[in-house]
């Protein structure tokens, strides 16, 4: 297999602008990151946060809609991946396969609570326990899903793209969301620095992606794959992790909030397991990740704008309802375990006197 240096080099520098854009955060609003928990957070209509959550998607989306219409879309999403270069990138992703992927990514991030955003870039770099497994789950079950699926990916034929028409609406769509974000954010005086750090943000992550290449389903479904393998997405990770890693020590504090806001806890639980294993089950079927979803965007089609997208939020609620009923219980056993050791207790206490 011929590996295209320049791909590597822009790959490394993609994931370079990633993790500024994760180290610009971190450092300002002492938040991890995680594209799956900012897009939940706007499904779910959660004010307190809705308006900066929203200003990062929509920069994500003008982002990649304007460098489309710079490069060009055949240019974008051009493979340089031998082994994969007859897959259709977008077109060929049939709605069975992108509803199921969405679903089970959906679910899966909510189960560990991150994607490759926040395990991936954010977590690695903070060298967190769990997110190293996280994410050798999403890439060992990656590889399994890439491989059973593979034969829906190969179709003969080169797709060609004519969606500049769309990408200049959902520029001018996401102008818009992000002037009435702005605007909410000022009304709403404790968000308006967040949404305002959002925007940068969100603009170096859609051009991170563009840049290394995790546009093209290609680039993922090839590193992904074990007959064909192409390291072009190792040097994302490693050019994110390289920023992370020093970013997130620039500060002991961060300049526009009280103190780093962490993962409540950095033990490998089960659903830990579960959720990280169904995330890379669906990861690997399309090559899609949330982040990517989103920079998909301007190049709307069925599959990605209504059907993986709201599949990911449909596994999204599905797994909260399952993590509010199992933190119940779990607080139930909880109580019943504090009763019986005070119910001991008081029995000590009687027996002694």
């Known amino acids: 297999m011929i590996i295209n240096i320049s791909d590597l080099f822009l790959s490394f520098i993609g994931g370079i602008m990633i993790g500024v854009a994760c180290s610009m955060y971190y450092i300002t609003k002492g938040r991890i990151t995680g594209i799956s928990g900012i897009y939940f957070g706007v499904i779910t209509f959660n004010w307190s946060e809705f308006y900066w959550k929203l200003s990062v998607l929509c920069s994500i989306v003008f982002a990649t809609g304007l460098m489309y219409q710079v490069y060009g879309d055949e240019r974008i999403m051009e493979s340089s991946s031998l082994a994969f270069n007859e897959i259709p990138q977008i077109t060929s992703l049939s709605t069975t396969l992108a509803g199921i992927s969405g679903i089970l990514i959906g679910i899966g991030s909510k189960l560990c609570n991150g994607c490759t955003t926040s395990h991936g870039f954010c977590g690695l770099a903070r060298i967190s326990l769990r997110s190293f497994v996280a994410f050798g789950l999403f890439i060992l079950f990656g590889m399994i899903s890439c491989y059973v699926t593979m034969s829906e990916h190969k179709e003969d034929g080169q797709e060609k793209y004519n969606y500049n028409h769309v990408s200049i609406i959902m520029i001018g769509l996401s102008l818009v969301l992000l002037s009435g974000t702005l605007l909410g954010a000022y009304l709403n005086k404790h968000q308006f620095i967040d949404t305002v750090i959002g925007i940068p943000a969100g603009l170096l992550l859609g051009i991170g992606v563009v840049f290394s290449g995790m546009i093209k389903r290609t680039t993922i479904l090839s590193f992904l794959s074990v007959e064909q393998w192409n390291p072009q997405f190792l040097f994302v990770i490693l050019g994110a992790n390289l920023v992370c890693y020093f970013g997130f020590k620039l500060l002991k504090k961060p300049i526009f909030a009280a103190e780093f806001l962490y993962p409540p806890t950095n033990k490998v639980t089960n659903i830990l397991l579960v959720g ?42 599905i797994a909260q309802c399952y993590l509010n009923k199992y933190q119940k219980v779990e607080e139930q056993v909880i109580q019943i375990n504090s009763n019986n050791y005070n119910y001991k207790t008081e029995n000590e206490q009687n027996d002694q006197l």
């Open 276 to 317: 990280a294993s169904l995330f890379g089950f669906g990861w690997g079927m399309t090559g899609i990740c949330p982040l990517v979803g989103l920079a998909l965007y301007p190049q709307f089609t069925w599959q990605i704008g209504l059907m993986y997208l709201g599949s990911v939020s449909m596994g999204m609620r």
